[in-house]
Nanobody, 126 residues
Framework: QVQLVESGGGLVQAGASLRLSCAASGRTFSSNVMGWFRQAPGKERQFVAA????????YYAESVKGRFTISRDNAKNTVYLQMNSLKPEDTAVYSC???????????????????WGQGTQVTVSS
């Protein structure tokens, strides 16, 4: 089992920044990719960003590319999502997830991830 706990959400104005954290514990070695997803009210959950525990490259949804940065601290088993230039449409519950993807092709698919955190609310006012 892998336990994931997100933190760092909040209410901010458009243009502001937030940094989300996802602390992983348990059998973290059973996963090789960490992802962030978000779900706005009345909408489906969507992929935001992903990163491998062993690599530096991040993968991003087009809607956040250039504004969001995913990073990791292996020593702390923590993944971060730095969100800059926030927009009202970024408002959602953000969840981190742990999974396995050896191909590099499925990091944006929810089916890649078998462990999920409870989420943290991000609200961006206009």
């Amino acid at each position: 089992q892998v336990q994931l706990v997100e933190s760092g959400g909040g209410l901010v104005q458009a243009g502001a920044s937030l940094r989300l954290s996802c602390a992983a514990s348990g059998r973290t070695f059973s996963s090789n990719v960490m992802g962030w997803f978000r779900q706005a009210p009345g909408k489906e959950r969507q992929f935001v960003a992903a990163i491998r525990w062993s690599g530096d490259n991040g993968y991003y949804a087009e809607s956040v590319k250039g504004r969001f940065t995913i990073s990791r601290d292996n020593a702390k088993n923590t993944v971060y999502l730095q969100m800059n230039s926030l927009k009202p449409e970024d408002t959602a519950v953000y969840s981190c997830a742990a999974g396995v993807d050896y191909t590099g092709y499925y990091y944006s698919s929810m089916s890649t991830y078998n462990y999920w955190g409870q989420g943290t609310q991000v609200t961006v006012s206009s």
